[in-house]
């Protein structure tokens, strides 16, 4: 079975930083591009950031560009999304899923900004 | 940036009524698009992809079609679990994105 946990989340007061970690298991992780999704509260669906299966090459949306770096260590099947400079805006329950299909998602974690 | 604009964005219907859902892409994503469902305090769950692709486990009462820049995802006939939040998804070119969703709610 294919297994996204996601971890790291928490409050932070707005300028600080978190960094989120996904762990896989079920699937040769790093056969596969990875990406973040974001959905702040009650709102939709928001693309965060993307990773090719090798690491060398990385996306993100303009919004976070310059603030967040998303990584990977394939050796020990774990996505991550440093973000740095975070805003009230960044407030979200953050996913990690597989693959530009999303299949599966994690369970997410929510990131809370606010003094 | 690939703008997807889903419509409607609010769909009342009963259990075992046929639910239509409509998605356009401001460019080709050619085959490149996926659907999810959300239920509330759930994560997202991937139903299509790849415009008509069912995902392992979905029942076939869901259907996908369209390719280009129009997409239509079909509910045959409405279960009282199917009342949920879809959002359609390229992936034809980076960034990726999403729609703003449909809401299918009960009558």
């Known amino acids: 079975e294919v297994l996204l946990l996601e971890s790291g989340g928490g409050l932070v007061q707005p300028g600080g930083s978190l960094r989120l970690s996904c762990e896989a298991s079920?699937?040769?992780?790093?056969?596969?591009?990875m990406n973040w999704v974001r959905q702040a509260p009650g709102k939709g669906l928001e693309w965060v950031s993307g990773?090719?299966?090798?690491?060398?090459?990385?996306y993100y949306t303009d919004s976070v560009r310059g603030r967040f770096t998303i990584s990977r260590d394939n050796s020990k099947n774990t996505l991550y999304l440093q973000m740095n400079s975070l805003r009230a805006e960044d407030t979200a329950v953050y996913y990690c899923?597989?693959?530009?299909?999303?299949?599966?998602w994690g369970q997410g974690t929510l990131v809370t900004v606010s003094s | 940036e690939i703008v997807l604009t889903q419509s409607p964005a609010t769909l009342s219907l009963s259990p075992g009524e046929r639910a239509t859902l409509s998605c356009r892409a401001s460019?080709?994503?050619?085959?490149?698009l996926a659907w999810h469902q959300q239920k509330p305090g759930q994560p997202p769950r991937l139903l299509i992809y790849?415009?008509?692709n069912r995902a392992t486990g979905i029942p076939a009462r869901f259907s996908g079609s369209g390719s280009g820049t129009d997409f239509t995802l079909t509910i045959s006939s409405l279960e009282p679990e199917d009342f949920a939040v879809y959002y359609c998804?390229?992936?034809?070119?980076?960034?990726?994105?999403f729609g703003g969703g449909t809401k299918v709610e009960i009558k």
């Open positions: 990773i090719i299966a090798s690491g060398d090459s990385t």
């Open positions: 460019q080709s994503v050619n085959s490149y």
């Open positions: 998804q390229q992936r034809r070119s980076w960034p990726l994105t």
């Open positions: 899923a597989k693959s530009n299909s999303f299949d599966p």
């Open positions: 790849d415009a008509s």
């Open positions: 079920g699937f040769t992780f790093s056969n596969y591009v």
